[in-house]
């Protein structure tokens, strides 16, 4: 199989990885805090599964733009978070992850919570960048000692 795709199925899994655990995670927060009473009916649940699954493939599909050498980095970061962007925000709006198809949520609270999921998945992306920043510099430096 071609490196390429090999690396492109890799993000995708660890993306898709990644949103159902934090999926996972903010549901026990959910059902913690309204005491035991959090529910998900008419099928909301599996929607809430399908679209984790999409905001993994938003946001791991694009990784493969870090494979060009002639992009900027700085380019190269906003294509990745743009194009997850452009996908999370549709499929968080419909299933309900802004909360603002609540009544009960002011203009104010639902900013908070789409600034908190931004700030997220920027946390995501700064960790894994340096990750392989780490990884990189490791191989340089091993190819630099192996020249000597």
Not at 32 to 46: A, K, M, P, V
Not at 80 to 94: D, K, S
Not at 102 to 131: D, E, G
Request: net charge positive; glycine share 8%; hydrophobic share 50%.
């Amino acid at each position: 199989m071609n490196d390429k795709i090999k690396e492109i199925i890799k993000s995708t899994v660890i993306s898709i990885g990644i949103a159902l655990t934090i999926f996972c995670i903010v549901g026990i927060v959910f059902d913690i805090t309204l005491g035991g009473t959090f529910s998900l009916d008419e099928y909301r649940f599996t929607k809430m599964v399908v679209a984790c699954v999409l905001v993994g493939l938003g946001f791991g599909v694009p990784t493969v733009v870090y494979n060009s050498e002639r992009m900027p980095y700085p380019l190269k970061v906003i294509i990745h978070m743009g194009i997850g962007f452009a996908v999370y925000i549709p499929v968080a709006y419909y299933v309900g992850w802004f909360g603002s198809l609540s009544v009960f949520k002011s203009p104010l609270q639902i900013a908070v919570i789409v600034a908190v999921q931004i700030v997220t998945a920027f946390v995501i992306w700064f960790f894994f960048a340096r990750y392989y920043r780490k990884e990189a510099k490791k191989m340089n430096e091993k190819i630099q000692s192996m020249k000597k």
